[in-house]
């Protein structure tokens, strides 16, 4: 999963509705000062070498590179790892095509954090221990797991970096959007997750109760990209760039979490 990830956070925690997710991203905006006014100026129909201009969105757009970028690298070996619970050779095989694109849209996030002059490692490393001690948290306990997980998580992740992305300069815009394409697992995931349910309907209740207890946990780890970094809850919530108001965090968080249980319909199962 792309987000920026909390180890030691139970799924428990995660907020129940899009409202409570509305007030704890706007709270933790007001936290670091910023303002829910909206911006006046439109940073969505500049190019990067008008926008990067303001310091604090230059440093926003580093954390969110730097975060997108470990996300794909984990990304990477997530799906190299699931791979040895595929079982078949084909599957395996469909499983690393998708790690190598994962791959390719980390180099891509790489090359462009060097040329805007931040340095790859230092940007991602704010993330690494949080999004590594998720994944060891949330470790699937078979392959049907890991493919929910990829599927579900991986998909919210990526509608709220769109949701973000529609804020920000041109250039960036682009390139997020691009790494964000689907490399082909959630086709992959709907067909193998819905011909295990019609061989076993009893899998369906296993993976409905693990899909929502991923939900959860990424709808609270998405406050927690704007949360834990001054810059980017600056961006979101109305300081820098072309910010949410809060009763536009809250819609947009409602968008995710309908998406959400449209993808949970295509795999067959209970949001």
């Known amino acids: 999963m792309r987000f920026m990830e ?47 201009a303001a310091p604090e969105y230059r440093a926003a757009v580093v954390d969110l590179l730097g975060a997108l970028a470990y996300g794909e690298l984990a990304a990477f070996e997530r799906l190299a790892e699931d791979a040895k619970l595929a079982p078949t050779l084909g599957d395996k095989a469909e499983l690393a095509k998708m790690a190598s694109a994962e791959f390719h849209h980390f180099e891509q996030l790489r090359d462009r954090l060097s040329a805007i002059g931040a340095e790859p490692t230092a940007a991602m490393e704010p993330f690494v221990a949080a999004l590594d001690g998720f994944h060891r948290q949330t470790a699937p306990s078979d392959w049907l797991e890991g493919l929910v997980k990829a599927y579900v998580g991986d998909s919210i992740a990526s509608d709220f970096y769109r949701e973000v992305a529609a804020r920000l300069d041109g250039d960036t815009r682009a390139l997020v959007l691009a790494v964000l394409d689907d490399t082909g697992h959630a086709s992959f995931a709907v067909e193998k997750v819905r011909a295990a349910i019609d061989a076993d309907p009893r899998v369906g209740g296993r993976l409905a109760l693990w899909a929502r207890r991923l939900m959860g946990e990424a709808l609270s780890q998405s406050q927690r990209v704007v949360a834990d970094r001054d810059a980017l809850s600056t961006m979101l919530v109305g300081g820098v760039a072309d910010g949410f108001d809060l009763a536009e965090v809250g819609r947009m968080f409602s968008r995710i979490t309908e998406a959400h249980t449209k993808r949970m319909a295509a795999l067959g199962l209970a949001a």
């Open 6 to 52: 909390t180890p030691d956070t139970p799924a428990e925690s995660a907020p129940e509705s899009a409202a409570e997710a509305a007030e704890s991203v706007a709270g933790s905006a007001a936290a670091s000062g910023a303002e829910s006014a909206p911006a006046s100026t439109s940073v969505a129909a500049q190019d990067w070498a008008k926008a990067s």
